[in-house]
């Protein structure tokens, strides 16, 4: 299991390596901009061009939605395995910082963890900004989405300060980090006793 | 690893758009069905609503003029750069804890049995 796993993520990994991301999606998009405009707009929300009338069979439940949905889990696939491959190597990199091994199955665990994450994350960033009555979301809703835990929202703050004063090399910040974050951990490891 | 590993901002952004565009699209179905309502039926349709709006979408047929028009919210980049670093931390985190629990019972790789003991208190933390 997790050796065809690691094959799996290791061939996917040289397929993304030949086309950068950014060209992978495009490619997403083109595919479904074949289908007949309106619907394309109304369904993958391409809600820059807004004024489309969505017609009749976009509403009309059946088969439309059905195609819908299918196209929207492929993306949502594609989505999930390029996060898989990021949090692969993060969880690699901090692995071997600790001295230790992860077995596949438990990464890709935790990427699908993320991943719900992130979308738990998306929703509240966007409830936030409605909140505030933006259109944007900025750095205060993401420090806000971390509120709940003192720790967490101290070193995302401290995390966007740095992004403010250091905007043109933003290289070396991200340098910074891990050694921060190893301070954070055993304080949030501390919480359960008190 | 000399090159320092972190979320993709634009990674993350499409994760975020692609919840945003579903929300989006089901709020403007929504919209949709109730200016339909608004001008299909009288001022008498007004008081059921919630179970008006359920059935218009198969029964009845659409005036073309009706348009919905549903706005997407927007990041900026640094709020992005800020949530794919609170995602790393997330996954650093999980890593760490279980690295802790897996060197206390003197094993060398992270298991299952690991990340269970922590999971609870690290969904509890973030």
């Known amino acids: 299991m997790a050796t065809s796993l690691a094959a799996m993520t290791a061939r996917r990994a040289t397929t993304f390596t030949h086309f950068p991301f950014s060209s992978l999606t495009s490619q997403a998009v083109s595919i479904q901009l074949d289908r007949p405009v309106s619907r394309a707009s109304f369904a993958i929300g391409k809600c820059d061009m807004l004024n489309n009338c969505p017609t009749m069979e976009d509403l009309d439940g059946g088969m439309a939605s059905d195609v819908e949905r299918e196209e929207e889990e ?68 993401v420090i806000l989405s971390a509120h709940r835990n003192d720790h967490l929202a101290a070193s995302l703050r401290s995390f966007c300060n740095d992004l403010k004063t250091k905007e043109p090399n933003l290289e070396r910040k991200r340098k910074k980090n891990p050694r921060r974050e190893g301070r954070v951990a055993p304080d949030l490891l501390r919480t359960p006793d008190t | 690893m000399e090159k320092e590993n972190t979320f993709d901002p634009d990674l993350v952004h499409e994760i975020f758009k692609l919840v945003w565009k579903r929300k989006a699209a089901e709020r403007g179905k929504n919209e949709l069905a109730e200016n339909i309502e608004d001008e299909v039926g009288a001022s008498s349709s007004k008081r059921i609503r919630p179970t008006f709006v359920e059935y218009v979408p198969r029964t009845m047929s659409y005036p073309s003029h009706v348009c919905v028009s549903v ?12 949530s794919s670093e609170l995602l790393r931390v997330f996954v650093a985190e999980a890593i760490q804890r279980a690295a802790t629990i897996a060197e206390a019972e003197g094993s060398v790789k992270i298991e299952a049995t690991h990340l269970e003991r922590i999971l609870p208190q690290l969904l509890l933390d973030f």
Do not use: W, Y
């Open chain 1, 74 to 141: 492929a993306v949502t696939d594609l989505l999930r395995d390029r996060f898989r491959l990021c949090t692969i190597s993060i969880a690699e990199g901090e692995a071997k910082q600790c001295g230790m091994e992860v077995s596949q199955p438990i990464i890709t665990c935790i990427s699908d963890l993320a991943f719900k994450f992130a979308e738990q994350l998306s929703k509240d960033l966007e409830l936030f900004a409605q909140h505030a009555g933006r259109k944007s979301v900025n750095m205060e809703d």
């Open chain 2, 71 to 82: 706005l997407m919210i927007k990041a900026n980049a640094n709020a992005l750069k800020l």
